[in-house]
């Protein structure tokens, strides 16, 4: 196992496309996590999951954005009408419930134009 | 409500000499706290933790920070800078005492090393 992956690495897309990214976590790992950087700023938190069971999600997260699990493995967070303010590295990380640390993929970064 | 506040945006020092970044939190539990760094175009990697165990706590790559409750900091340093620790680093603050919870990051500083 090589860690979080995350698909694609970068997107380009048009204004009020939408966009689908894949993470798969680690494999043991029961928890799963969205964040979203912005230029300059630290990760937000966007939602996780437990298992499949999306247990948490910020208010960040618009009707526009949806993320699921559906077999407790990968998951996709998928953007709908996309706008130039979704422009931000989306970071997936995971971990095993309970313990102390969190890993990170590489992130996706998505660029609206 | 957690929160992180990394007091400086930038640090520049030179190749050889000790590195300093400030970080304060504020926690509403006993916190768990972290430091990652992001090289460019990599992922965010763990340096370091605290849990609740020793409050000095050493890290990857010659780092270690201490956690003091009384200033409600967690200051992160390295006795001598490398070119390669040029990087972004944030101080990050989980809920519920585990990393394995919903992370809070700071804002971020920027590591500089010169010659």
């Known amino acids: 196992d090589t860690g979080v992956s995350q698909d694609p690495r970068h997107k380009i897309t048009k204004r009020g496309q939408n966009v689908t990214f894949r993470c798969d976590p680690i494999?043991?790992?029961?928890?799963l996590y969205w964040y979203r950087q912005t230029l300059g700023q630290g990760p937000e938190f966007l939602t996780y999951f437990q298992n499949e069971a999306q247990l948490e999600k910020s208010r960040l997260l618009s009707d526009r954005f949806s993320a699921e699990r559906p077999k407790g493995s990968f998951s996709t967070l998928e953007i709908q009408r996309t706008e130039q303010g979704d422009s931000a590295m989306y970071l997936c990380?995971?971990?095993?419930?309970?313990?102390?640390?969190?890993?990170f993929g590489q992130g996706t970064r998505l660029t609206v134009v | 409500a957690q929160s992180v506040t990394q007091l400086d945006s930038h640090v520049s020092v030179s190749e050889g000499t000790p590195v300093l970044l400030r970080c304060n939190y504020s926690?509403?539990?006993?916190?768990?706290l972290f430091w990652y760094v992001q090289h460019p175009n990599k992922g965010l990697q763990l340096l370091l933790k605290?849990?609740?165990?020793?409050?000095l706590v050493k890290g990857i790559n010659g780092f270690e920070a201490e956690f003091k409750k009384s200033e409600t900091s967690f200051h992160l340093t390295k006795p001598s800078a490398h070119m390669s620790d040029a990087a972004e680093y944030f101080c990050v603050v989980s809920d519920r005492g585990g990393g394995g919870n919903k992370l809070t990051f700071g804002t971020g500083t920027q590591l500089k090393v010169e010659l």
């Open positions: 494999s043991e790992h029961n928890r």
């Open positions: 990380a995971s971990s095993l419930e309970g313990a102390s640390q969190a890993f």
């Open positions: 605290y849990t609740s165990a020793a409050t």
């Open positions: 926690s509403s539990y006993s916190p768990s």
